[in-house]
């Protein structure tokens, strides 16, 4: 069984930044994507960043590309997403997800965290 804790979330300023983490534990399939996937208050949940785990290539959605970076320490299992100039309309809860197929396709996605708050107010 995979458990995804994600961590960071905050309230900040427009232009301010955070760092999300999100700790695994189990077996994380080598040939899949990891990711984080964002949902504001009555809005669907959509794909934010993610990483081919082997391949380490990596996807961004056209909302914060530019802003974010995504980033895996191996040895540890930990994904983090490092968010500058925060805006606004970045305010959603933020989830990790694991054993992914397609990497911002929230369906394909096995394995979700409980989320963390990000709040940006202006």
């Known amino acids: 069984q995979v458990q995804l804790v994600e961590s960071g979330g905050g309230s900040v300023k427009a232009g301010g930044s955070l760092r999300l983490s999100c700790a695994a534990s189990?077996?994380?399939?080598?040939?899949?994507?990891m990711g984080w996937f964002r949902q504001a208050p009555g809005k669907a949940r959509e794909g934010v960043a993610s990483?081919?785990?082997?391949?380490?290539?990596?996807y961004y959605s056209d909302s914060v590309r530019g802003r974010v970076t995504i980033s895996q320490a191996h040895a540890k299992k930990t994904l983090y997403l490092q968010m500058n100039s925060l805006k606004p309309a970045d305010t959603a809860i933020y989830y990790c997800?694991?054993?992914?197929?397609?990497?911002?396709?929230?369906?394909?996605?096995?394995?979700w965290g409980q989320g963390t708050q990000v709040t940006v107010s202006s």
């Open positions: 990483i081919g785990l082997r391949s380490r290539t990596i």
């Open positions: 189990g077996d994380l399939k080598t040939y899949s994507y």
């Open positions: 997800a694991a054993d992914g197929q397609r990497p911002l396709e929230r369906t394909s996605y096995k394995y």
